[in-house]
């Protein structure tokens, strides 16, 4: 079956530093993911959107890329602020039935 | 901006009651998703419609049913109300592209309690 799997369940990463979060995906081949934040509480804000001939995609401090050959998406935070600190989700295209799978999220720590 | 508005951001039933929670869109999305949340699981596709007075099964329906008589309103009902529904319910809204790319735009959810 599809699947999308996101690194790990939580990350700390030292204010200033560079976080990077990936996602992998297993049986089939998205023509696109999606990135977004979720603050707790809160429903998921869009961040960015990659597509497959894109290699890199850049907003502000966050940049996207998308390796085909290793079927993964890494998502880069640079310069981390605390403010960063939330859970970010990475979402395919509609697979079967144009269901929009979406991982399970990292939740990153930023620490001051 | 687009807005998706839950009707509430808390809610307390008991088991059996039949339970209501509402969105609206004020974008004229096509389509409209109801998702639940719980910790480890993430995001899971209750139901979703693509036009009014359609709906369509996501991965999760039993024990949910929807209603879309209005292109800007999309409704989930718990028929019967059990303790494992108790979760918090996200509301989506998106545009229709060919390629299928268009994010979605999220309410703040519901958190709903079935003691």
């Known amino acids: 079956s599809q699947k999308i799997e996101q690194n790990s369940e939580a990350l700390n990463i030292q204010e200033g530093k560079t976080a990077t979060l990936t996602c992998n995906y297993t049986n089939y081949s998205p023509a696109y993911l999606q990135w977004y934040r979720q603050d707790p509480g809160r429903g998921p804000v869009f961040l960015l959107l990659i597509r497959e001939n894109e290699k890199e995609k850049r907003k502000e401090r966050l940049k996207v890329t998308f390796d085909t050959t290793l079927k993964q998406s890494l998502f880069h935070i640079t310069a981390s602020q605390p403010a960063d600190s939330a859970t970010y989700l990475c979402?395919?295209?509609?697979?079967?039935?144009?269901?929009?799978?979406f991982g399970k999220g990292t939740r990153l720590h930023i620490l001051p | 901006d687009v807005k998706v508005t839950q009707s509430s951001r808390y809610l307390v039933k008991r088991t059996g009651e039949k339970v209501f929670l509402e969105c609206v869109q004020d974008m004229d999305h096509e389509n409209m998703f109801w998702y639940r949340q719980d910790p480890g699981l993430g995001l899971r596709l209750i139901y979703f419609s693509y036009d009014v007075k359609m709906k369509e099964k996501g991965d999760i329906p039993e024990g949910y049913s929807v209603s879309r008589e209005k292109k800007e309103r999309f409704s989930l009902i718990l028929e019967s109300a059990s303790t494992n529904q108790t979760s918090m319910y996200l509301c989506?809204?998106?545009?229709?592209?060919?390629?299928?790319?268009?994010?979605?735009?999220f309410g703040d959810g519901t958190r709903l309690s079935i003691l």
């Open positions: 989506a809204s998106s545009s229709i592209d060919i390629r299928g790319s268009q994010p979605q735009h």
């Open positions: 979402a395919p295209p509609p697979g079967v039935g144009d269901k929009i799978i």
